[in-house]
């Protein structure tokens, strides 16, 4: 089997470019929008975390009900209760009621001092709520009546409707916790300085990175993204799990020639373990072994990268609380094309977003394609030159305001950017 051979990032000129990367160059913008949309509170990730546990420990549960399956029930029930924790942070329950109803603070004070039959009338009105309410309730009240439902009594005779009950609860739990983690994504506008963008100084590629990440976090990943950017050798998952070796050892190459003492440093130590893990008989790869969040999500990309969503999730699993990097490294090696639209939909179904992506990739590829764009021109559809000049008078206007009654954007970024590029790469093979 050929050996992956890395281009070297000296040679990759704006000629070079266009000749060797294939929607490369937009994988990484699209990427970080996609973060930056998707982003949002630490509660929210680590809710959504602990929901898809939940999720498979009640299949585990439900699936042997009828047994001795006392230890999944009370897996379950933990599990609830730390999403309960959680998302008392986000909001208490106290806020939840008076943002529903006319009830003040001082009034639910009241509430909870007074006793019917030495039962708090607070816990009385909670009571009511968990039996009579049928929608609008809060997350924690539909977690709680999940709560029921497990504890609920289980007849061996009846087995389903047990079963039905319990899995009614926990969809109208995931279901509230989606719509709740979707409106906190709502605000996520865009902005050109929020994007990756690759770019060209002193014919040297580039990039700048905006984000909560430490020094060196940003120095491997803006390296780890010209290792890869710079690349075309990695033309689908197959190829890099084939290559992953050969791959690993050419990204510490790299970073060894551009990251300072990188040859002593703990960096270094963790991608040698990460190596070694490959021919290991015992398996598996200590992923948290280090505090360098984009060196963790390189491990899982090497690991268990073999499908998109799949990296998502285990980068979740492993804390790593900015998706600017996980996203953007997938985009790096794979390019724009590769984002499905379950993900992409987030940034084009957003007049404002689609804005601000639209400008980044006509900066991108007017500063790549600069010098012969008379020819790329030559090449494409009318039709698309048509759309991609409409966008662009729009893009150009001053003004901020979207016009509403106006839809310029009907056509995915990931179909028209690739008919574009497609024309680029046909001029400049």
Not at 101 to 120: A, C, G, P, R, Y
Not at 202 to 207: P, Q, R, S, V, Y
Not at 390 to 400: G, L, R
Request: proline share 2%; net charge neutral.
């Amino acid at each position: 089997m050929a050996r992956f051979e890395p281009k070297t990032l000296a040679h990759i000129d704006r000629y070079h470019w266009h000749k060797s990367n294939r929607y490369i160059q937009l994988g990484t913008i699209l990427g970080s929008s996609i973060a930056y949309a998707n982003s949002t509170s630490k509660e929210w990730q680590e809710i959504s975390i602990l929901l898809r546990g939940l999720n498979n420990n009640l299949s585990l549960y439900l699936n042997k009900v009828s047994n001795n399956c006392e230890l999944e029930k009370k897996q379950s029930l933990e599990i609830i209760d730390k999403i309960l924790k959680v998302h008392e942070k986000i909001e208490k329950l106290d806020e939840a009621i008076m943002l529903e109803s006319t009830i003040t603070s001082d009034f639910l004070n009241t509430l909870k001092q007074v006793k019917i039959f030495n039962i708090s009338t607070f816990d009385l009105l909670i009571e009511g709520l968990l039996v009579f309410a049928k929608t609008g309730l809060p997350p924690s009240l539909k977690l709680e009546k999940l709560k029921r439902a497990i504890n609920s009594k289980f007849s061996s005779k009846y087995p389903n409707n047990y079963i039905d009950k319990v899995n009614n609860a926990f969809s109208v739990v995931r279901i509230k916790i989606d719509s709740e983690i979707n409106l906190s994504k709502k605000n996520n506008k865009l902005t050109i300085d929020d994007l990756i963008k690759p770019s060209f100084i002193n014919n040297k590629l580039k990039f700048e990175i905006s984000g909560n990440l430490t020094g060196i976090e940003s120095k491997y990943l803006v390296e780890a993204l010209c290792f890869f950017v710079g690349n075309d050798n990695i033309s689908d998952l197959e190829t890099f799990f084939t290559n992953r070796k050969n791959i690993l050892i050419d990204l510490a190459k790299h970073f060894k020639a551009t990251i300072e003492n990188f040859d002593n440093s703990k960096e270094r130590k963790y991608l040698i373990e990460l190596l070694n893990s490959f021919d290991s008989l015992r398996g598996g790869f200590y992923t948290a072994g280090t505090n360098n969040e984009v060196l963790k999500s390189l491990a899982i990309l090497f690991t268990s990268g073999r499908d998109l969503l799949r990296f998502i999730e285990n980068n979740e699993r492993e804390e790593i609380q900015n998706t600017l990097i996980y996203y953007t490294l997938w985009g790096s090696i794979y390019g724009v094309a590769i984002f499905p639209k379950t993900l992409t939909e987030v940034v084009t179904d957003d007049n404002s977003n689609i804005k601000s992506l639209i400008r980044a990739f006509n900066i991108v590829i007017n500063d790549f394609s600069r010098t012969q764009s008379d020819e790329i021109i030559k090449g494409v559809d009318p039709l698309i030159l048509e759309k991609i000049g409409k966008e662009a008078k729009q893009i150009d206007n001053e003004s901020t305001q979207v016009n509403k009654q106006n839809v310029p954007y009907q056509t995915p970024i990931s179909v028209l950017s690739s008919q574009v590029l497609e024309q680029v790469e046909v001029k400049k093979s």
